[in-house]
């Protein structure tokens, strides 16, 4: 099990910036510890059904940054058509 490097945090998780980078590096992960933290996030609840533990340690880490930088993408995604204030 290696530990993540720039390169395998770039190829895996789209749109991370520098810092977010650095953080998820920080975790001290490795790259199967990075995959389950996505898996997680994707849907938790197969997961769950095949009676896996709920993420800890450093895949809980990475699913709480990866987690923020989703949130992140959403607020800075448009509004969908159809979706502005009818006040004008």
Request: proline residues 5%; without cysteine.
């Amino acid at each position: 099990m290696t530990r993540l490097s720039r390169d395998d945090v770039i190829k895996t998780v789209d749109r991370a910036d520098d810092v977010t980078i650095a953080q998820i590096i920080g975790t001290g992960a490795t790259v199967e510890e990075l995959a389950e933290a996505q898996a997680w996030l994707a849907n938790d609840e197969p997961m769950i059904n095949d009676l896996r533990p709920l993420a800890q340690g450093r895949v809980r880490e990475l699913v709480d940054i990866l987690s923020e930088l989703e949130e992140d993408d959403e607020e800075a995604a448009p509004a969908a058509p159809g979706a502005a204030s009818a006040l004008g």
